[in-house]
């Protein structure tokens, strides 16, 4: 373990940066979705992309404890940037 205070190693570096720039790639989605909505042509592609070329088409269920079940993909993901919990699943 490195000395509090010390900075990151290289690696330590090279894995800081990756995870921040996969979540500002995600807070990017994000924006796109409460700007444009779920209907947008851009945001159909992101989330048929996150889903391996197929949007579910709803209910979806979640492990979130008081928050189980979600209309459709839209709201789900409303809900995940909302929350900022980008990286929920279902």
Known sequence: AQQPG???SDQEYH???KLLRITIQASTACHLRELYGCKNSLVQRLDE??????I???????ELPGNPF???FCTFSLYRCITKKYFLKV
């Open 6 to 8: 010390t900075p990151l």
């Open 15 to 17: 894995q800081f940066f």
């Open 49 to 54: 992309y996150e889903n391996h070329g197929v």
């Open 56 to 62: 579910p088409p709803g209910p979806i269920c979640s």
């Open 70 to 72: 979600f209309r459709n």
